[in-house]
């Protein structure tokens, strides 16, 4: 069994990456073996993430904050408020905001997991594994 905790054990590690418009503390790991990872990130107040995760699924459930995502393939806008899920099951290309001035904390999971400290490429993906 794998127990961790958020404060002790992921903040301030290398599974707590922080770019200028999120901070994404991985809980689980590819190398956890669970077959998806699983994230605490906050997307920080007034950032727009243009986001195209080609090689992964993610499911993302919001647990604090508010803000909205729009589809790019038609320009539809979904609020995000604590409680909403979204599940990019088609590789969505999608532009995320926490726009009403306060982060979002959303809990993500990957399939496939995530590695280790990947950041978005040029467009908005993260590479698979070598
Ligand atoms: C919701 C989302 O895609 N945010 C960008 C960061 C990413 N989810 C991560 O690695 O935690």
Same mark, same amino acid.
């Given at each position: 069994m794998i127990v961790k905790n958020l404060? +002790? +054990?992921?903040?301030?590690? +290398?599974a707590d990456v922080d770019t200028p418009q999120w901070n994404s503390r991985r809980l689980l790991l590819a190398k956890d073996g669970m077959g998806f990872s699983l994230h605490d990130t906050l997307i920080k107040a007034g950032e727009d993430l243009h986001l195209w995760y080609k090689h992964h699924l993610e499911a993302v459930y919001c647990i604090e904050g508010e803000g909205e995502i729009v589809?790019?393939? +038609?320009g539809s806008v979904h609020p995000i408020r604590e409680g909403t899920v979204y599940a990019l099951n088609e590789h969505d290309q999608h532009i995320l905001r926490a726009n009403k001035g306060v982060a979002m904390r959303m809990v993500c999971v990957f399939n496939p997991p995530v590695t280790g400290r990947e950041v978005h490429d040029k467009d908005g993906a993260y590479a698979l594994p070598e």
């Open positions: 404060y +002790d +054990d992921v903040i301030g590690t +290398d589809e790019k393939k +038609d």
